[in-house]
Every structure is written in structure tokens, then in C-alpha cells.
Nanobody, 123 residues
Framework: QVQLVESGGGSGQAGGSLRLSCVASGYTYSRAWFRQYPGKAREAIAAILTGSGRTVYADSVKDRFTVSQDNSKKTLWLQMNSLKPEDTAMYYC???????????????????WGPGTQVTVSS
């Protein structure tokens, strides 16, 4: 069973940057970053295919956030630039460990989750 641990959350200023990390204990087929506002469902915002490195982004973060991984493919990062107060949310890393037909950016098929890390952006 793969385990995921996020880190790097905290507080930032609007227009600033934060970087989140997600370390996986084993193999992943793909990983995604989700965020969740209080009382709302989790929203997939960025995802990466572990093998090819192909990435996909939600419109809400495109051109501001970048997902990447290290050469070992154990550590995943989410570089968050040009932060906005509406980026304030709980952020989760999730993984798929088997291939599937679900869209890379979506909640279906992601069965392994990290505990989450809070990001707060002040104006």
C-alpha cells in the first residue's frame, strides 16, 4: 500500500509563491493535486503521469501552478505562483497505482490520499 505525505503548506501573500511536496513510499501510475474548500468537494487542479511526466491542469490554476517530480519519481511538487486569496484551501496529494481509462485530471481512480496540508493566502 503506497503512502503519501504532503508538506510545504502554510501562509503566503497574494502575488507570492509557495511550494508543496508529496513523497510517495512506493510506485505510482499517476499523481494529482486536489484542493478542498470548507463544505465543498475536492477539486483536482493538477496531475502528472509518473512514467511520461505528462501534466494537465485545471483552468483555475493553469499558468500559475506547476506540477513536477524528481528523477526518482518519489517526490512530487506543486509550485504555486501568483497566489490569490481564493487559493486558500486544504491541498491533498493523491495517487493511482494502476493504469485506467479515467481522465488524468479527475477524482475517479485516485484511491490513495495524503493527509493534506493547509494553504492560506492573504490579500
Amino acid at each position: 500500500q503506497v503512502q503519501l505525505v504532503e508538506s510545504g503548506g502554510g501562509s503566503g501573500q497574494a502575488g507570492g509563491s509557495l511550494r508543496l511536496s508529496c513523497v510517495a513510499s512506493g510506485y505510482t501510475y499517476s499523481r494529482a493535486w486536489f484542493r478542498q474548500y470548507p463544505g465543498k468537494a475536492r477539486e483536482a487542479i493538477a496531475a502528472i503521469l509518473t512514467g511520461s511526466g505528462r501534466t494537465v491542469y485545471a483552468d483555475s490554476v493553469k499558468d500559475r501552478f506547476t506540477v513536477s517530480q524528481d528523477n526518482s519519481k518519489k517526490t512530487l511538487w506543486l509550485q504555486m505562483n501568483s497566489l490569490k486569496p481564493e487559493d486558500t484551501a486544504m491541498y491533498y496529494c493523491a495517487a493511482r497505482t494502476v493504469p485506467g481509462t479515467y481522465p488524468l485530471l479527475g477524482s475517479r481512480g485516485y484511491h490513495t490520499w495524503g493527509p493534506g496540508t493547509q494553504v492560506t493566502v492573504s490579500s
